[in-house]
């Protein structure tokens, strides 16, 4: 499941027509090059997985309202470097700070994506050691 989708792409940041012109290289082509859009989708997953790889299982399912957001965004940074566009809005590389700023703190636990919609990593710790081998018992301890 991907972070977000081409609709919301198209619902949130970039007109279709934008799109085409960023993902098409046939001139005068009025289609999405759908294969582009996802190569993009993908890249911009990997980065967020990056971020929070540890944090929380991966991948994110459902995927949560801020996440979502933040692959939009990242995604239509990777459409605009595909063209190389200098034309692209300067928004874009202050979006692109402020999304990798929400993503260090939700690695560091100052935003949290709850626990309803993302299950959290949980180590299991195992240890190979039983009651017989420890040094410093009950009774041992008891005398302190």
């Known amino acids: 499941m991907a972070y977000c989708t081409l609709d919301d792409i198209i619902a949130r940041r970039l007109t279709n027509e934008k799109l085409v012109e960023l993902t098409n290289d046939t001139p005068q082509s ?5 294969v582009k ?3 993009a989708i993908a890249d911009a997953q990997e980065e967020i997985d990056g971020y929070l790889r540890g944090r929380v299982n991966l991948p994110l399912e459902p995927v949560p309202a801020i996440i979502r957001r ?10 605009y ?12 590389d202050k979006d692109y700070k402020e999304d990798l ?4 703190a939700i690695r560091r636990g100052d935003i ?7 299950g959290r990593s949980q180590a299991t710790i195992r240890t190979n050691k039983r009651r017989g081998d420890r040094m410093f018992g009950k009774r041992c301890l008891g005398e302190f």
Do not use: H, W
Request: glycine share 0%; hydrophobic share 40%; charged share 35%.
């Open 101 to 104: 700023a929400k993503l260090e």
């Open 112 to 118: 949290s994506i709850s626990a309803e919609e993302v």
């Open 70 to 79: 933040i692959a939009v965004d990242i995604t239509t940074r990777n459409l």
């Open 30 to 34: 009025t289609v999405i090059d759908q």
């Open 37 to 39: 859009v996802d190569a």
């Open 81 to 92: 470097r595909r063209r190389l566009d200098p034309l692209r809005p300067e928004s874009l």
